[in-house]
Protein backbone atom coordinates (compact mmCIF):
# COMPACT_ATOMS: atom_id res chain seq x y z
CA UNK A 1 0.00 0.00 0.00
CA UNK A 2 1.30 3.40 -1.12
CA UNK A 3 0.20 7.13 0.31
CA UNK A 4 -0.20 10.45 -1.62
CA UNK A 5 -1.09 13.76 -0.29
CA UNK A 6 -3.20 16.30 -1.44
CA UNK A 7 -4.28 19.73 0.25
CA UNK A 8 -3.20 17.59 3.58
CA UNK A 9 -6.06 14.78 3.32
CA UNK A 10 -4.61 10.84 3.88
CA UNK A 11 -4.59 9.54 0.52
CA UNK A 12 -4.43 5.51 0.17
CA UNK A 13 -3.98 3.15 -2.44
CA UNK A 14 -4.97 0.00 -2.62
CA UNK A 15 -3.45 -2.02 -5.26
CA UNK A 16 -4.95 -5.42 -5.04
CA UNK A 17 -8.17 -4.36 -5.33
CA UNK A 18 -8.48 -1.14 -7.47
CA UNK A 19 -5.27 -0.41 -9.13
CA UNK A 20 -6.15 3.53 -8.91
CA UNK A 21 -5.10 5.89 -5.93
CA UNK A 22 -7.72 6.98 -3.56
CA UNK A 23 -6.88 10.15 -2.39
CA UNK A 24 -9.14 12.99 -0.65
CA UNK A 25 -9.18 16.41 -1.12
CA UNK A 26 -10.51 18.95 1.51
CA UNK A 27 -13.73 21.05 0.31
CA UNK A 28 -13.26 23.39 3.48
CA UNK A 29 -10.93 24.36 6.20
CA UNK A 30 -13.50 22.85 8.76
CA UNK A 31 -15.54 20.01 7.21
CA UNK A 32 -15.92 17.78 3.77
CA UNK A 33 -13.71 16.11 1.56
CA UNK A 34 -14.16 14.82 -1.61
CA UNK A 35 -12.38 11.06 -2.22
CA UNK A 36 -11.51 9.98 -5.88
CA UNK A 37 -9.99 6.26 -7.13
CA UNK A 38 -12.48 4.36 -5.51
CA UNK A 39 -15.89 2.09 -6.22
CA UNK A 40 -18.09 2.14 -3.65
CA UNK A 41 -19.50 -1.32 -5.27
CA UNK A 42 -15.70 -2.85 -4.89
CA UNK A 43 -15.17 -0.56 -1.37
CA UNK A 44 -17.98 -3.22 -0.06
CA UNK A 45 -15.91 -6.57 -0.30
CA UNK A 46 -12.50 -4.66 1.03
CA UNK A 47 -12.12 -5.01 4.57
CA UNK A 48 -8.88 -2.89 4.49
CA UNK A 49 -10.16 -0.05 2.15
CA UNK A 50 -13.12 0.14 4.46
CA UNK A 51 -10.86 1.09 7.50
CA UNK A 52 -9.19 3.55 4.97
CA UNK A 53 -12.59 5.51 4.17
CA UNK A 54 -13.61 5.07 8.08
CA UNK A 55 -10.44 6.92 9.12
CA UNK A 56 -11.33 9.63 6.39
CA UNK A 57 -14.70 10.02 7.62
CA UNK A 58 -13.38 10.72 11.22
CA UNK A 59 -10.95 13.10 10.16
CA UNK A 60 -13.24 14.86 7.13
CA UNK A 61 -17.07 14.14 9.00
CA UNK A 62 -18.63 13.85 5.54
CA UNK A 63 -17.08 12.00 2.27
CA UNK A 64 -17.91 12.78 -1.15
CA UNK A 65 -17.74 10.43 -4.14
CA UNK A 66 -18.68 11.08 -7.76
CA UNK A 67 -19.61 8.91 -10.72
CA UNK A 68 -20.92 5.81 -8.29
CA UNK A 69 -22.50 3.93 -10.64
CA UNK A 70 -23.81 1.40 -8.31
CA UNK A 71 -26.49 -1.02 -7.89
CA UNK A 72 -28.79 -0.63 -4.65
CA UNK A 73 -27.50 -4.31 -3.45
CA UNK A 74 -23.91 -2.52 -3.21
CA UNK A 75 -25.16 0.71 -2.22
CA UNK A 76 -26.65 -1.12 0.94
CA UNK A 77 -23.63 -3.50 1.02
CA UNK A 78 -21.27 -0.98 1.81
CA UNK A 79 -22.78 0.80 4.14
CA UNK A 80 -23.34 -2.26 6.12
CA UNK A 81 -19.17 -2.63 6.40
CA UNK A 82 -20.24 0.48 9.63
CA UNK A 83 -22.89 -1.35 11.12
CA UNK A 84 -26.43 -3.16 10.72
CA UNK A 85 -29.07 -0.78 8.78
CA UNK A 86 -31.99 0.95 10.22
CA UNK A 87 -35.47 1.53 8.67
CA UNK A 88 -37.79 4.90 9.09
CA UNK A 89 -41.45 4.53 10.47
CA UNK A 90 -42.50 6.69 8.16
CA UNK A 91 -40.49 6.98 5.00
CA UNK A 92 -40.33 3.04 5.00
CA UNK A 93 -37.90 1.61 2.90
CA UNK A 94 -37.37 -0.43 -0.39
CA UNK A 95 -39.02 -3.51 -0.23
CA UNK A 96 -36.36 -5.84 -1.82
CA UNK A 97 -33.31 -3.59 -0.25
CA UNK A 98 -34.39 -3.26 3.53
CA UNK A 99 -32.78 0.11 5.29
CA UNK A 100 -32.38 1.78 2.28
CA UNK A 101 -34.82 4.97 2.16
CA UNK A 102 -35.83 6.28 -0.87
CA UNK A 103 -36.50 10.45 -0.70
CA UNK A 104 -37.98 10.79 -4.03
CA UNK A 105 -39.33 14.67 -4.31
CA UNK A 106 -41.84 15.07 -7.22
CA UNK A 107 -43.58 18.21 -8.61
CA UNK A 108 -46.62 15.77 -9.70
CA UNK A 109 -47.35 15.60 -5.38
CA UNK A 110 -47.97 19.34 -4.46
CA UNK A 111 -47.68 19.03 -0.76
CA UNK A 112 -44.58 17.33 -1.10
CA UNK A 113 -42.23 19.95 -1.33
CA UNK A 114 -41.26 21.15 2.46
CA UNK A 115 -37.89 19.82 2.77
CA UNK A 116 -36.14 20.22 6.09
CA UNK A 117 -34.36 22.33 8.46
CA UNK A 118 -30.92 21.91 9.92
CA UNK A 119 -30.99 18.40 12.00
CA UNK A 120 -29.04 15.07 12.80
CA UNK A 121 -30.94 12.02 11.14
CA UNK A 122 -33.34 10.50 13.75
CA UNK A 123 -32.17 12.01 17.49
CA UNK A 124 -35.24 11.30 18.56
CA UNK A 125 -33.92 7.64 18.60
CA UNK A 126 -32.37 6.05 21.88
CA UNK A 127 -29.13 5.20 19.83
CA UNK A 128 -29.15 8.05 16.86
CA UNK A 129 -27.53 6.72 13.35
CA UNK A 130 -23.58 6.38 13.36
CA UNK A 131 -23.93 7.52 9.76
CA UNK A 132 -25.81 7.69 6.56
CA UNK A 133 -24.98 6.37 2.95
CA UNK A 134 -26.97 8.67 0.40
CA UNK A 135 -26.99 8.39 -3.48
CA UNK A 136 -28.31 10.85 -6.17
CA UNK A 137 -31.02 8.58 -8.15
CA UNK A 138 -31.93 12.37 -10.23
CA UNK A 139 -31.44 15.97 -9.72
CA UNK A 140 -32.30 19.04 -10.84
CA UNK A 141 -29.83 20.96 -13.46
CA UNK A 142 -29.59 23.66 -11.10
CA UNK A 143 -30.70 23.23 -6.90
CA UNK A 144 -30.94 20.99 -4.50
CA UNK A 145 -27.57 21.07 -2.77
CA UNK A 146 -27.19 19.79 0.62
CA UNK A 147 -25.05 21.29 3.31
CA UNK A 148 -23.28 19.50 6.18
CA UNK A 149 -22.38 21.21 9.50
CA UNK A 150 -19.51 20.50 11.89
CA UNK A 151 -20.90 20.35 14.83
CA UNK A 152 -17.53 19.70 17.17
CA UNK A 153 -16.35 23.12 15.50
CA UNK A 154 -19.85 24.73 16.69
CA UNK A 155 -19.38 23.64 19.96
CA UNK A 156 -15.57 24.44 20.38
CA UNK A 157 -16.42 28.16 18.93
CA UNK A 158 -19.04 28.88 21.72
CA UNK A 159 -18.40 31.18 24.18
CA UNK A 160 -16.70 30.00 27.54
CA UNK A 161 -20.16 30.95 29.59
CA UNK A 162 -22.44 29.03 27.44
CA UNK A 163 -20.21 25.94 27.44
CA UNK A 164 -20.23 26.03 31.47
CA UNK A 165 -24.22 26.72 31.43
CA UNK A 166 -24.86 23.69 28.79
CA UNK A 167 -22.35 21.00 29.82
CA UNK A 168 -24.87 19.33 32.00
CA UNK A 169 -27.67 20.09 30.34
CA UNK A 170 -29.74 17.36 28.71
CA UNK A 171 -32.95 17.42 26.15
CA UNK A 172 -35.61 15.95 24.53
CA UNK A 173 -36.36 14.80 21.18
CA UNK A 174 -39.35 14.04 19.38
CA UNK A 175 -40.66 12.49 16.00
CA UNK A 176 -44.01 13.19 17.08
CA UNK A 177 -43.40 17.14 16.96
CA UNK A 178 -41.34 16.63 13.46
CA UNK A 179 -42.05 13.52 11.23
CA UNK A 180 -45.93 13.40 13.19
CA UNK A 181 -46.73 16.94 13.58
CA UNK A 182 -49.08 16.76 9.97
CA UNK A 183 -50.42 13.64 10.83
CA UNK A 184 -54.32 13.36 11.77
CA UNK A 185 -54.45 13.06 15.81
CA UNK A 186 -54.63 9.78 16.23
CA UNK A 187 -51.80 8.61 14.08
CA UNK A 188 -49.10 11.20 15.62
CA UNK A 189 -50.42 9.88 19.06
CA UNK A 190 -49.81 5.94 18.17
CA UNK A 191 -46.15 7.28 16.31
CA UNK A 192 -45.21 8.93 20.17
CA UNK A 193 -46.28 5.84 21.55
CA UNK A 194 -44.30 3.46 19.39
CA UNK A 195 -41.37 6.03 19.27
CA UNK A 196 -41.08 8.17 22.83
CA UNK A 197 -39.36 11.09 23.13
CA UNK A 198 -35.38 10.52 23.68
CA UNK A 199 -33.43 12.47 25.28
CA UNK A 200 -29.90 13.09 24.92
CA UNK A 201 -26.98 15.32 25.98
CA UNK A 202 -27.00 18.71 24.59
CA UNK A 203 -23.03 18.09 24.82
CA UNK A 204 -22.44 14.16 23.30
CA UNK A 205 -18.92 13.21 23.38
CA UNK A 206 -18.42 11.41 20.45
CA UNK A 207 -17.75 7.52 20.86
CA UNK A 208 -14.38 7.06 18.27
CA UNK A 209 -12.49 10.54 18.88
CA UNK A 210 -13.27 11.41 22.10
CA UNK A 211 -14.83 14.87 21.06
CA UNK A 212 -17.26 17.62 22.18
CA UNK A 213 -20.33 17.61 20.48
CA UNK A 214 -23.09 20.32 19.77
CA UNK A 215 -26.40 18.09 20.33
CA UNK A 216 -29.35 19.82 19.54
CA UNK A 217 -30.87 20.19 16.01
CA UNK A 218 -34.49 20.42 14.99
CA UNK A 219 -36.01 17.51 16.88
CA UNK A 220 -35.21 19.21 20.06
CA UNK A 221 -38.35 20.26 21.51
CA UNK A 222 -37.10 21.30 25.02
CA UNK A 223 -34.51 20.79 28.13
CA UNK A 224 -35.40 18.36 30.47
CA UNK A 225 -33.25 19.56 33.32
CA UNK A 226 -32.59 23.60 33.30
CA UNK A 227 -35.35 24.53 36.15
CA UNK A 228 -32.80 24.56 38.65
CA UNK A 229 -32.52 27.29 41.18
CA UNK A 230 -28.90 27.80 39.05
CA UNK A 231 -31.08 28.84 36.22
CA UNK A 232 -34.33 30.36 37.38
CA UNK A 233 -35.26 33.24 39.96
CA UNK A 234 -38.89 33.08 39.55
CA UNK A 235 -41.12 31.06 37.13
CA UNK A 236 -41.50 33.58 34.08
CA UNK A 237 -37.49 32.72 33.74
CA UNK A 238 -38.04 29.32 32.85
CA UNK A 239 -39.85 29.03 29.18
CA UNK A 240 -38.39 32.42 28.16
CA UNK A 241 -34.44 31.41 29.40
CA UNK A 242 -34.74 27.55 28.58
CA UNK A 243 -36.40 28.68 24.62
CA UNK A 244 -33.83 31.67 24.28
CA UNK A 245 -30.96 29.26 25.18
CA UNK A 246 -32.23 26.51 22.78
CA UNK A 247 -32.77 28.68 19.85
CA UNK A 248 -29.24 30.13 20.16
CA UNK A 249 -27.79 26.41 20.21
CA UNK A 250 -29.64 25.20 17.78
CA UNK A 251 -28.60 28.60 15.61
CA UNK A 252 -25.22 27.80 15.22
CA UNK A 253 -25.59 25.38 12.73
CA UNK A 254 -26.75 28.02 10.59
CA UNK A 255 -23.15 29.67 10.75
CA UNK A 256 -21.27 29.59 7.32
CA UNK A 257 -17.75 28.97 8.97
CA UNK A 258 -18.74 25.34 10.25
CA UNK A 259 -20.14 24.32 6.63
CA UNK A 260 -19.87 22.49 3.07
CA UNK A 261 -22.39 22.46 0.39
CA UNK A 262 -22.45 19.98 -1.93
CA UNK A 263 -24.36 20.04 -5.49
CA UNK A 264 -25.36 16.84 -6.55
CA UNK A 265 -24.61 15.27 -10.19
CA UNK A 266 -26.38 11.67 -10.82
CA UNK A 267 -24.21 9.03 -8.82
CA UNK A 268 -22.75 11.08 -6.28
CA UNK A 269 -22.25 10.12 -3.08
CA UNK A 270 -21.86 11.44 0.36
CA UNK A 271 -21.27 9.52 3.32
CA UNK A 272 -21.57 11.41 7.38
CA UNK A 273 -20.48 10.99 10.54
CA UNK A 274 -23.87 11.38 11.99
CA UNK A 275 -23.00 12.02 15.41
CA UNK A 276 -20.58 15.05 14.72
CA UNK A 277 -22.71 16.46 12.05
CA UNK A 278 -26.10 18.31 11.02
CA UNK A 279 -27.78 18.74 7.01
CA UNK A 280 -30.24 20.95 5.34
CA UNK A 281 -31.36 19.52 2.11
CA UNK A 282 -32.01 23.06 0.41
CA UNK A 283 -35.69 22.87 -1.09
CA UNK A 284 -34.89 25.70 -4.39
CA UNK A 285 -35.55 23.56 -7.41
CA UNK A 286 -39.49 23.56 -7.84
CA UNK A 287 -40.79 22.03 -9.95
CA UNK A 288 -38.06 19.55 -10.59
CA UNK A 289 -37.57 15.89 -9.46
CA UNK A 290 -35.15 15.29 -6.74
CA UNK A 291 -34.61 11.47 -5.76
CA UNK A 292 -32.29 10.16 -3.31
CA UNK A 293 -31.65 6.76 -1.85
CA UNK A 294 -30.00 6.50 1.79
CA UNK A 295 -29.25 4.00 4.01
CA UNK A 296 -29.13 4.61 7.42
CA UNK A 297 -26.43 2.79 9.91
CA UNK A 298 -27.86 1.60 13.65
CA UNK A 299 -25.22 3.69 16.21
CA UNK A 300 -24.76 4.07 19.86
CA UNK A 301 -26.62 5.49 22.64
CA UNK A 302 -25.30 9.19 23.30
CA UNK A 303 -23.15 9.65 26.27
Known amino acids: MTTTTTNTAPAIVSSGVLGDTLRAEALTCTIGAEVFGVDLGVAARDEELVKEIRALLLRHRVLFFRDQDISRADHVAFARRFGDLEDHPVAG ?52 DTIWVNMVEAYSRLPEDIKQKIQDLRARHSIEASFGAAMPTDKRLALHAQFPDAEHPVVRTHPETGEKV ?57 FWDNRSTQHYAVMDYPPSHRKMERAGIIGEATY
Request: hydrophobic share 35%; charged share 20%.
Open 93 to 144: SDPEHPGLVRIYKSPEVPNDRYENAFHCDATWREKPPFGCVLRCVETPAVGG
Open 214 to 270: LFVNAFTTHFTNFHTSANVRFGQDYAAGANQLLSYLVSQAAIPEYQVRWRWKKNSVA
